[in-house]
């Protein structure tokens, strides 16, 4: 069975990044990649393991929606910026039901702004409910 790979162009559409990006991260050694005469080849096996979510196969494959987003939160401080980290990658580390995929998370405080950005990738529905779930924790922040 020969192995997926895929090319720059590819890849830059499955994660929606701009070709360019996908490039540097092969160039700077975050993404494995072959050169093969001009151009880059990026495995399956590769791009699974630079995302951490699998990679659908390509024939046949059914069609997905994934979410990516950002939240910013203001008037956060040091302290309750770690707090509401902590909180929510444990709700996402924590057990799951059967058939649902994970999300990827992480978070950013910017002391200077008093500001915490969460960035959130995977399901939909998952990813839905995290939302939520800090929406509700923001609306009692302030």
Same mark, same amino acid.
């Given at each position: 069975?020969?192995?997926? *790979?895929?090319?720059?162009?590819?890849?830059?559409?499955?994660?929606?990044?701009? *070709?360019?990006?996908? $490039?540097?991260?092969?160039? %700077?050694?975050?993404? +494995?990649?072959?050169? &093969?005469?001009?151009?880059? $080849? &990026? =495995?399956?096996?590769?791009?699974?393991?630079? @995302?951490?979510?699998?990679?659908?196969?390509?024939?046949?494959?059914?069609? @997905?929606?994934?979410?990516?987003?950002?939240?910013?939160?203001?008037? &956060?401080?040091?302290?309750?910026?770690?707090?509401?980290?902590?909180?929510?990658?444990?709700?996402?580390?924590?057990?799951?039901?059967?058939?649902?995929?994970?999300?990827?998370?992480?978070?950013?405080?910017?002391?200077?702004?008093? @500001?915490? +950005?969460?960035?959130?990738?995977? %399901?939909? =529905?998952?990813?839905? %409910?995290?939302?939520?779930? *800090?929406?509700? &924790?923001?609306?009692?922040?302030?």
């Amino acid at each position: 069975m020969a192995q997926d *790979v895929f090319s720059v162009e590819q890849v830059a559409a499955k994660l929606g990044l701009h *070709v360019r990006t996908v $490039r540097n991260y092969v160039r %700077d050694g975050r993404l +494995k990649a072959v050169r &093969i005469g001009k151009q880059y $080849r &990026i =495995a399956a096996d590769d791009l699974e393991a630079f @995302t951490g979510l699998p990679v659908a196969e390509r024939a046949g494959a059914a069609r @997905t929606a994934e979410l990516s987003g950002v939240v910013e939160l203001g008037g &956060i401080d040091r302290a309750g910026a770690d707090r509401l980290s902590t909180m929510v990658v444990a709700s996402v580390n924590g057990p799951r039901d059967g058939g649902e995929r994970p999300l990827r998370v992480e978070t950013i405080h910017d002391e200077g702004r008093a @500001t915490m +950005k969460i960035i959130v990738l995977g %399901d939909l =529905a998952a990813g839905a %409910d995290l939302l939520r779930w *800090v929406a509700s &924790i923001a609306e009692n922040l302030a």
